[in-house]
């Protein structure tokens, strides 16, 4: 059987190259197509090592450097012209366009859909993308054209394929609700990368980390909330550490050298980083995520998580086992739920469940499921 994986684009690391890269490992011959590609993201995707990628006109310079951010209505081009009818399935990875590539009557196409497109359904704020642009205002009726077409768009793109996959219950919920369709929960799996970490006196002498610490680690863009981790951590003088990178970096380095408790290290290697969550008190996720990786990971190193009830981390997370819920985000609420979590002791045997649901076999042998189904 020849095999397609389709994805958005691979420009920046994240939760959703993991998934690619167990994809790439489930169907070892299968060809990639992406509108733009980075090839240092081979670090990140191993498995993509030894695979030409197809890539669209966009992967020209003038195009990444333009578009990499915003190439909403020129990626749907890209998209419909590749051509897979030498396929038997075409499985699509998407938080935007990608879903929407056309195939032929004989060939199948599974959509993984990791997240309708935030910015268009209101499942984020959309002012998060655009308050950084200069003549917001002036560009409000413009923009404003351009998300009615692409929300039309993006509904008619996800009726396309023949099934439809969501990572979470949550994204499960969302789809049924704004594309009307039925979809498969078939989680990511979650494995802890092969690093040999730092002991806890090494990590924390390396970093001048606090004897006692939460850690946020997190891509740094508004819809996590890692400014509510900073409220909170502030108002109680907690320490908090942040690892990761992204267009809020800057804001949080600012707000760090005001408030000494508050550490920012930005992007670590992954010894670094998961020696530092390995360490810390508590994982503190405020934001709602489709999935969650870094719940998982936190979990199966021994360090509870305290998160808002929503998104994937209801499918992680066990109350009062694994890590506690906030419901609001009301300091005093989100507080309590961190000192629950500094009693807990991750056991061996919680460690060996969770790792059994985010298995690879089992996302291997769900997704064959849904494919021997067609």
């Known amino acids: 059987m020849r095999v397609a994986i389709v994805i958005d684009s691979l420009l920046g690391p994240g939760g959703d190259k993991k998934l690619l890269n167990s994809l790439l490992e489930a169907y070892k011959e299968a060809d990639v197509y992406t509108t733009m590609y980075n090839k240092n993201l081979l670090n990140y995707i191993p498995n993509l090592s030894h695979k030409k990628v197809f890539t669209s006109f966009l992967n020209k310079k003038i195009y990444k450097k333009t578009f990499s951010s915003h190439y909403t209505i020129l990626s749907t081009f890209a998209f419909e012209n590749f051509t897979f009818d030498q396929y038997d399935l075409v499985i699509s990875m998407s938080t935007g366009p990608a879903k929407g590539i056309i195939t032929s009557t004989n060939t199948k196409h599974i959509s993984i859909i990791l997240t309708p497109t935030r910015y268009y359904w209101r499942i984020d704020n959309p002012a998060n993308y655009t308050k950084r642009l200069k003549h917001r205002q002036l560009l409000r009726p413009p923009l404003w054209f351009i998300n009615v077409y692409s929300r039309i768009y993006d509904y008619q793109s996800a009726q396309r394929s023949d099934s439809v996959v969501s990572i979470s219950s949550y994204i499960q919920r969302i789809i049924k609700k704004i594309y009307g369709r039925k979809s498969d929960v078939v989680f990511p ?153 500094h009693k807990m002791k991750i056991t061996v045997k919680n460690k060996q469940q969770l790792s059994e649901k985010f298995s690879f076999d089992k996302f291997k042998n769900k997704l064959q499921s849904i494919v021997k189904s067609l």
């Open 189 to 341: 799996p979650v494995v802890l990368p092969k690093v040999t970490l730092y002991s806890s006196n090494k990590i924390k002498d390396k970093y001048h980390l606090p004897a006692h610490y939460l850690v946020c680690m997190s891509r740094l863009y508004p819809y996590k909330r890692i400014d509510i981790a900073i409220k909170v951590c502030i108002e109680k003088n907690l320490s908090l550490v942040i690892v990761g990178d992204g267009p809020d970096l800057k804001k949080y380095l600012a707000i760090s050298r005001h408030h000494p408790n508050i550490r920012v290290l930005g992007w670590l290697q992954d010894k670094d980083a998961y020696s530092i969550l390995k360490q810390a008190d508590t994982l503190i996720f405020p934001g709602i995520e489709d999935f969650g990786i870094i719940i998982a990971e936190s979990i199966m190193l021994g360090t509870p998580v305290c998160a808002y009830n929503n998104g994937g981390a209801t499918d992680i997370v066990t109350e009062n086992v694994t890590g506690s819920f906030f419901n609001t985000y009301d300091l005093e609420e989100i507080y309590k739920s961190l000192q629950k979590c």
